[in-house]
């Protein structure tokens, strides 16, 4: 069971105050950020309804943790969940590219679930549980909550800034039952947390009444793609989509990095407001 021998401080700010630049902030520093309220009430009903119909298997360390991989084509709503306009209007601004879903899945946290250990999503050289997925170098990890994640029922943990430390101890190949400076996020339904990929992250125990659900989608940049190929979206699965959720199904190996790039290469520009030190700034 994941226990903790401190108590975790609770971020339970009003993230709905943050600007566009203080939101990049958190999730460039901090490694995560909420952003309040991006499904309607009528969203969350039909999301229930339609996740109460897949199946899930238990995770190896309890039946109480429940998923199910690659449910992005079993249509409704959660296939248009894929486009949600404001989750996608904040992605593309961050990313400033096209955006590719590389992958979508379901999860429920059940009362008696022992917490998911702190680990990262973003393994370089490829892994057993994610695959070369998590090779890419940047990817955002979108948990959309279908109830509300209150201090008893599983919210999500996080050790802020571990993404960027140089020593060994940020090995994004080590998993920690817990971490000091790990920090309690209670989120309320129809909000989502977004996560960088490579800090390290997971969720308390569900000592509550009802069960934590939650879809996750991962989405990268056009530019960034993984070190070795992975499996496609299916043609057939994709040509069925319609057209404002299958522009997010592009060739999950596409990348526009140059090998053979010079030191001067032809028309390189002067400024780039996506690295500017004044981004955090912008409304």
Same mark, same amino acid.
């Given at each position: 069971?994941?226990?903790?021998?401190?108590?975790?401080?609770?971020?339970?700010?009003?993230?709905?105050?943050?600007?566009?630049?203080? =939101?990049?902030?958190?999730?460039?520093?901090?490694?995560?950020? &909420?952003?309040?309220?991006?499904?309607?009430?009528? =969203?969350?009903?039909?999301?229930?309804?339609?996740?109460?119909?897949?199946?899930?298997?238990?995770?190896?360390?309890?039946?109480?943790?429940?998923?199910?991989?690659?449910?992005?084509?079993?249509?409704?709503?959660?296939?248009?969940?894929?486009?949600?306009?404001?989750? &996608?209007?904040?992605?593309?601004?961050?990313?400033?590219? *096209?955006?590719?879903?590389?992958?979508?899945?379901?999860?429920?946290?059940? !009362?008696?679930?022992?917490?998911?250990?702190?680990?990262?999503?973003?393994?370089?050289?490829?892994?057993?549980?994610?695959?070369?997925?998590?090779?890419? !170098?940047?990817?955002?990890?979108?948990?959309?909550?279908?109830?509300?994640?209150?201090?008893?029922?599983? !919210?999500?943990?996080?050790?802020?800034?571990?993404?960027?430390?140089?020593?060994?101890?940020?090995?994004?190949?080590?998993?920690?039952?817990?971490? !000091?400076?790990?920090?309690?996020?209670?989120?309320?339904?129809?909000?989502?947390?977004?996560?960088?990929?490579?800090?390290?992250?997971?969720?308390?125990?569900? &000592?509550?009444?009802?069960?934590?659900?939650?879809?996750?989608?991962?989405?990268?940049?056009?530019?960034?793609?993984?070190? =070795?190929?992975?499996?496609?979206?299916?043609? *057939?699965?994709?040509?069925?989509?319609?057209?404002?959720?299958?522009?997010?199904?592009?060739?999950?190996?596409?990348?526009?990095?140059?090998?053979?790039?010079?030191?001067?290469?032809?028309?390189?520009?002067?400024?780039?407001?996506?690295?500017?030190?004044?981004?955090?700034?912008?409304?």
């Amino acid at each position: 069971m994941t226990t903790a021998t401190h108590t975790p401080r609770v971020d339970d700010r009003d993230w709905t105050k943050l600007t566009f630049g203080e =939101q990049v902030r958190m999730l460039e520093v901090e490694g995560y950020l &909420v952003l309040p309220n991006v499904l309607t009430e009528d =969203q969350l009903a039909q999301l229930r309804a339609e996740a109460a119909e897949i199946h899930t298997k238990g995770a190896d360390y309890s039946e109480r943790q429940r998923t199910a991989s690659a449910i992005a084509f079993r249509g409704g709503a959660l296939t248009e969940l894929v486009a949600n306009p404001p989750t &996608v209007a904040f992605l593309e601004r961050l990313f400033g590219d *096209d955006l590719i879903a590389m992958s979508y899945a379901y999860a429920r946290s059940e !009362p008696g679930h022992p917490g998911i250990s702190l680990h990262t999503d973003g393994q370089p050289w490829g892994s057993k549980i994610f695959g070369y997925e998590g090779s890419v !170098p940047v990817l955002v990890r979108v948990l959309n909550y279908l109830e509300d994640l209150t201090l008893e029922v599983s !919210p999500f943990r996080v050790v802020p800034r571990s993404h960027l430390s140089m020593h060994s101890d940020g090995n994004p190949y080590l998993r920690y039952e817990s971490h !000091p400076d790990e920090v309690m996020v209670p989120v309320k339904a129809g909000s989502a947390v977004l996560i960088n990929h490579r800090v390290f992250h997971g969720n308390f125990p569900n &000592v509550g009444e009802y069960a934590r659900e939650m879809l996750a989608i991962a989405y990268r940049p056009a530019w960034g793609g993984p070190i =070795q190929e992975v499996d496609l979206w299916p043609d *057939d699965e994709v040509a069925k989509l319609p057209e404002d959720v299958r522009r997010f199904f592009g060739d999950k190996n596409m990348h526009k990095g140059d090998f053979h790039g010079g030191n001067k290469p032809p028309g390189m520009k002067s400024e780039a407001p996506g690295i500017d030190s004044g981004r955090w700034d912008r409304p």
